[in-house]
């Protein structure tokens, strides 16, 4: 049973920091393209940051590049995306997503997609004021 489960949301002030992790479990396949996405309340899903587990580069859009890093634990299973300087516009729902067949280059050169990915996270809320 393929899971995917958020923690870490919650409430920031501007300029704060918060951490999501995003524990993937029941995974048959090692390599897959880990996208986080974020959907503000009337406006569409957008990926913001990606990267795939065979390793290399991320991929992150110009509004949160610089100030978020995602990571992961392989030996874990878990990838964390660390939200810094955190601004207003960053106030949204974030989800966690895996594409089994996303390969590395698509991963890491922006553009994703929602149907790109099988499997979500429950999603987490970020508010900040």
């Known amino acids: 049973h393929v899971q995917l489960v958020e923690s870490g949301g919650g409430s920031a002030q501007t300029g704060g920091s918060l951490t999501l992790t995003c524990a993937a479990s029941g995974y048959s396949y090692s390599n897959y393209c880990l996208a986080w996405f974020r959907q503000a309340p009337g406006k569409e899903r957008e990926a913001i940051a990606s990267?795939?587990?065979?390793?290399?580069?991320?991929y992150y859009a110009v509004s949160v590049k610089g100030r978020f890093t995602v990571s992961r634990d392989n030996a874990e299973n878990t990838h964390t995306l660390q939200m810094n300087s955190l601004k207003s516009e960053d106030t949204a729902m974030y989800y966690c997503?895996?594409?089994?067949?996303?390969?590395?280059?698509?991963?890491?050169?922006?553009?994703?997609?929602?149907?790109?990915?099988?499997?979500w996270g429950q999603g987490t809320q970020v508010t900040v004021s």
């Open positions: 990267s795939h587990t065979s390793g290399g580069t991320a």
């Open positions: 997503a895996t594409g089994r067949w996303v390969g590395y280059s698509v991963c890491v050169s922006g553009g994703l997609t929602e149907g790109q990915f099988q499997k």
